[in-house]
């Protein structure tokens, strides 16, 4: 398989699973911020406390749509 093809349906699945993400993280409330933060918790305890908690439906969707886009790419590449 050529570059370009496995380059394009990684861009195509990438980005669905990135900007979803991206608009999980803007979804949690400004309030779960502030009561983590009164915690102080280190890096790691964050994101496993509040970031992967509350995303974690987020990603899943990006990922259910990336399985669709990654075969069009492909797809799509491959001509």
């Known amino acids: ?37 009164n915690h102080e918790p280190t890096f790691g ?7 992967l908690s509350a995303t974690f439906p987020y990603p899943l969707t990006g990922i259910s749509s990336t399985i669709n886009s990654a075969w069009a790419g492909i797809a799509i590449g491959e001509f």
Do not use: H, K, N
Not at 1 to 8: K, N, R, S
Not at 45 to 51: A, D, S, V, Y
């Open 1 to 37: 398989m050529e570059f370009y093809v496995f380059d394009l349906g990684f861009l195509s699945c990438f980005y669905y699973a990135f900007f979803d993400l991206r608009i999980g993280v803007r979804a949690i409330p400004s309030e779960f911020w502030e009561v983590v933060g």
């Open 45 to 51: 305890q964050r994101t496993r406390w509040l970031i």
